[in-house]
């Protein structure tokens, strides 16, 4: 069916009053996972700094044919060990290897097979340069987070990189790239403490700030995580009812992030790593009980 | 994203703040549900900041985040234990959505739209089946073209097309009747 222009504006005063709507509406993430989702973002960027992930021509996370250049990155690496194994036998000169690789596990038996027959063939320069390439690209592979090829291949990648990794870490597929709640909480629960800065929330009773009792098992993997890692900071954040007086109300909530702060320090955190930060308004009356909360969340510079 | 992907933490702030909003409503709109709709969305950045160093814009960012976006909420849906049938009309998707947990009680929409012309249309969006919802707030949310939404969902230019005609038919038809 042909829109016509009646139709077309039709639609969009449909998607406009849809918008107008949807941001009048107020809702939005938890400050928690706004925190959490910053923590990580700096967390990846300190990483990717410590140590180059970036391989030329490697699949391009949004590249839609990564298969069919990891298979084609896989001939070409097998054309070119052969090339470096059959010159051994002549004096001829050498193309050097394309250390396009695509698949760890498979460079890393071929990278074993030409070691094997390095010491007939290092009385060529140009072979012994070449061979060393091709060692060097399958160990600058064997550090590359795993990609999923075939499941033999994916297996042995795996295996490798559970032991060259944190044993905490967690795994997923080049294609989505993401890391599922569960997979987070079962290498938690291997390594006693948080993979990635946590986040808490920690509720007060109305007109009190005072902390309830089991509070500090609340805070107890934020406490776990800063002990874990020297550079790691809390941000401890009030939240405040948009009714009644506001600076009587603001105050309340310095008085619970306060109160949180202290619980931090007496379970054994240093309080310079400690940030109290502007209490944050919210909306509802002050019997929601997420106007009396208090959230913490933990920044990785 | 190249920027961020080269270090600049601040360039996935500013990539954030952007992006932020649509991309919470696209995914809260859809499972109705904040916390359900906390953990897909921290997903998403969370790969979004893993991957950055192998973005590549073939595509506009936006799309690949609603794609992203957009396959986290199918497993969402799969894990919650339902087989979703994709057909056009989704009056049996309409009925498997209701199925699923903690989904917010609605009160006929009739009852809603005195005096809340926008709390009526977003009504009326959430009772949409779940594709031709997805199909509108890709659209309306996302901005995505429908051949970006085709890509995204994997679907055909015209199923796309098809869909939102159909979304934007029964909106305008659910708002004439009520509002």
Do not use: C
């Not at chain 2, 009504?123 to 707030?137: H, I, K, N, S």
């Amino acid at each position: 069916m042909k829109e016509t222009p009646s139709s077309d504006e039709s639609n969009q005063g449909l998607s406009e009053r849809y918008r107008q709507a949807s941001a009048a509406d107020g809702s939005r993430p938890s400050d928690a996972v706004r925190a959490a989702i910053r923590a990580e973002a700096r967390l990846q960027a300190t990483e990717r700094a410590a140590k180059p992930t970036v391989l030329p021509n490697a699949p391009a996370a949004n590249d839609s044919h990564w298969r069919l250049r990891a298979v084609a990155g896989l001939v070409v690496v097998a054309i070119g060990v052969a090339v470096v194994l059959q010159v051994g036998r002549q004096p001829a000169s050498i193309p050097p290897a394309q250390p396009q690789v695509q698949s760890a596990a498979r460079v890393d038996n071929d990278a074993a097979s030409a070691k094997t027959t390095a010491p007939a063939v290092t009385a060529v320069p140009e072979i012994a340069a070449n061979t060393a390439r091709v060692e060097a690209s399958a160990a600058r592979i064997a550090r590359q987070p795993p990609i999923e090829i075939a499941a033999d291949v994916r297996d042995k990648a795996e295996t490798r990189d559970k032991k060259a990794a944190e044993p905490a870490a967690p795994s997923y597929t080049a294609a989505s790239g993401a890391v599922r709640a569960s997979d987070m909480a079962v290498a938690s629960a291997v390594t006693g403490a948080p993979v990635l800065p946590p986040a808490a929330q920690v509720n007060f009773a109305r007109d009190s700030d005072q902390l309830a009792p089991g509070v500090p098992e609340a805070l107890r993997d934020v406490v776990v995580y800063l002990k874990a890692h020297d550079s790691a900071r809390a941000g401890v954040t009030g939240h405040y009812t948009s009714s009644g007086d506001a600076a009587t109300e603001r105050d309340s909530a310095l008085r619970r992030a306060a109160a949180v702060q202290a619980s931090l320090v007496a379970l054994g955190v240093a309080g310079s790593r400690i940030e109290v930060m502007q209490p944050v308004q919210t909306q509802g009356s002050a019997d929601r009980p997420e106007t009396r909360r208090v959230e913490v969340s933990v920044v990785v510079p | 994203m190249a920027r961020y992907a080269a270090g600049d933490v601040a360039a996935f702030d500013t990539l954030y703040e952007r992006h932020e909003l649509k991309l919470w409503r696209y995914l809260q709109r859809s499972v109705r549900n904040q916390a359900t709709a906390d953990e897909l969305m921290q997903e998403v950045w969370f790969a979004v900041a893993r991957e950055a160093h192998r973005y590549q814009p073939t595509a506009r960012f936006t799309t690949w985040l609603f794609t992203l976006a957009h396959h986290r909420l199918i497993d969402a849906f799969r894990a919650a234990g339902r087989q979703l049938q994709l057909v056009e009309g989704g009056a049996e998707s309409q009925q498997l959505l209701e199925q699923l947990p903690e989904v917010a009680s609605r009160e006929p929409l009739q009852q809603t739209v005195a005096g809340d012309q926008a709390r009526a249309i977003l009504d009326a969006v959430g009772r949409l089946p779940v594709e031709q919802r997805d199909t509108f707030l890709m659209q309306a949310e996302g901005e995505l073209s429908v051949e970006e939404i085709a890509t995204a969902t994997g679907v055909s230019f015209e199923t796309a097309k098809s869909r939102l005609r159909y979304a934007r038919g029964k909106l305008q038809e659910w708002l004439q009747e009520y509002v």
